[in-house]
């Protein structure tokens, strides 16, 4: 199958920085600026909270208890939690269908556009070093009331590089204020990009430079959430998917680059030394649930914070749950269903015709419809995204429909579930004890231990919920493999809905 084509006009071209995007999204209906005074303390998360429930547009707090003035008063979240403000992000139709949508992702995450470098940029407007630096300043909240901490790195970019190649990469990874000047992280040597940066520094003998940029084009956010190829560098994607360079400048006190036109951006370094480890944790995270107890862990140790006049503070309210998802939610389910249909493609499997990761697990489930060529192809389907690194936290249960089944239906994918599945003719596939997800509370927590593992354990599944072409075909089937369903005929249906409104229905 060759990688689909994309034609879809553009609603809008060219890189926003953070500001130009706000007032976009206010012009639009899609923004709402919250006024009254909210408690940085559990407040303002469980006020998002109740917003992503009763699906609000994004929140801008600009009355924050402690933070009426100062270095920053302003915070946003919810940018990208809707299907219309992530198409609006991603200068797209509102109403472009799932299907084009996560086509038109899978073929630009394969492009790139190399960033420029500038003298000089908005982020450089203010400069805090040494003794001056202070993460309290900034308007960070105890999004939930049983986390460990004030999480300071929700949707903040971490940009890192590859000390041997030189490649930056740019992630998303949590972090929580430990002291005014360090924050802990969840950073695991075996894992993402960053951990396997952090595990070559330490080879090296020396502290990983790390720069964390907190708000800028969402389309940032987009791309540094997602599993773009190794040896690429998300701002040459970032770049191709704007037709348009991203201007960089480089940092004070690291060998890094970040965004002229960043709202913040806090610059430091991470020792492999178990001494200069802190406290991080609980968080809540991506599964809804609260993760485990405290833990040391590496520290970003602050070198420097540069930041525009009167910054805005991007964060996000993590873990999605049913009738609230999060923008994790909505922005992953989009990227991990086009990785996943990429992983397809260069296996050379046939016949695909959807992916589709619903926002509520935001990729942990995964349905591929197929044209269906040959009985093991849900096997070899399953077989290609358990051994790409893109599934370490995704793709645990794989269920693969035909064209008869619409992949975004429930109650299409419960009707196949129930007359496609059957456990004991193959229809359930376990496979045990390979790579996943230390954030899983399903899994126990021996079959966590990264310590002792390297990373953690899954069981993943394939749920074949395609016709078995072990049957005999019937002659009395239409010489299919099952017997018919009771649509009626093509001609009896076309006829009756040309006659829709003699019949006096409403029309359709």
């Known amino acids: 199958m060759n990688h689909p084509t994309d034609s879809t006009p553009r609603e809008q071209t060219g890189f926003m920085d953070l500001r130009e995007m706000l007032q976009r999204l206010e012009d639009a209906g899609e923004l709402h600026r919250i006024q009254a005074e909210v408690d940085w303390d559990r407040e303002l998360g469980a006020v998002t909270r109740k917003a992503l429930e009763r699906r609000a547009p994004a929140l801008l707090f600009e009355a924050i208890k ?6 920053c008063t302003r915070l946003v979240t919810s940018l990208l939690a809707s299907d219309a403000r992530l198409r609006q992000v991603l200068g797209l139709p509102r109403d472009l269908s799932n299907r084009d949508l996560v086509r038109h992702v899978m073929k630009k995450n394969l492009e790139k556009l190399p960033p420029v470098l500038v003298d000089t940029g908005p982020v450089k407007e203010n400069m805090v070093l040494g003794d001056a630096i202070d993460l309290f300043e900034f308007p960070v909240p105890r999004w939930h009331h049983l986390e460990g901490g004030r999480y300071i790195n929700t949707f903040a970019s971490i940009v890192t590089r590859d000390p041997d190649t030189g490649i930056m990469n ?6 929580m204020i430990s002291t005014k000047k360090s924050i802990s992280t969840l950073l695991v040597k075996g894992g993402q990009h ?7 520094y330490a080879e090296l003998g020396q502290p990983m430079p790390v720069a964390c940029i907190i708000g800028w084009d969402p ?12 040896g690429v560098c998300e701002y040459d994607v970032m770049g191709a998917y704007r037709n348009e360079p991203v201007k960089l400048v480089k940092c004070e006190t690291v060998d890094l680059e970040v965004p002229a036109s960043a709202e913040i951006v806090i610059e430091g370094h991470i020792s492999a030394d178990p001494e200069t480890f802190e406290m991080e944790g609980p968080f809540g995270e991506a599964t809804g649930h609260i993760s485990d107890l405290p833990t040391r862990r590496p520290a970003i140790q602050v070198s420097c914070i540069t930041h525009r006049d009167d910054p805005i503070f991007r964060g996000t309210l993590e873990g999605t749950m049913p009738g609230s998802m999060s923008e994790n939610g909505y922005m992953g389910s989009v990227q991990r269903a086009a990785t996943a249909w990429n992983i397809l493609v260069a296996a050379g499997i046939p016949g695909i015709l959807d992916v589709v990761c619903l926002p509520i697990t935001v ?3 995964i349905v591929v419809q197929i044209k269906k060529h ?7 389907i ?12 995704k793709y645990k249960n794989v269920i ?10 429930y109650e299409q994918l419960d009707w196949a579930l129930a007359f496609r599945v059957n456990a004991g003719e193959g229809g359930i596939t376990v496979f045990p004890g390979i790579f996943g997800s230390v954030l899983d509370p399903s899994t126990p927590l021996a079959e966590r231990d990264v310590n002792q593992l390297g990373c953690a354990q899954w069981n993943r599944v394939l749920i074949d919920a395609t016709r078995n072409w072990n049957f005999e075909r019937r002659k009395e089937w239409g010489n299919e493999r099952f017997p018919p369903t009771v649509r009626p005929a093509p001609e009896d249906e076309k006829r009756v809905l040309e006659r829709w409104d003699e019949f006096g229905f409403p029309s359709r």
């Open 66 to 71: 402690g933070y009426r003035e100062g270095r």
């Open 170 to 175: 740019i992630g998303v990874y949590r972090g």
């Open 219 to 230: 389309m940032m956010d987009f791309i540094a959430g997602s599993p773009i190829a190794p």
């Open 374 to 380: 040959y009985q093991g192809q849900p096997k070899q």
């Open 400 to 409: 693969v429909v035909e064209d008869e089944i619409d992949p975004t239906s």
């Open 363 to 365: 990729g942990v489930n």
């Open 382 to 393: 399953a077989a290609a995204l358990w051994g790409n690194s893109a599934a370490q936290y």
């Open 194 to 200: 960053w951990g396997r940066h952090f595990a070559r």
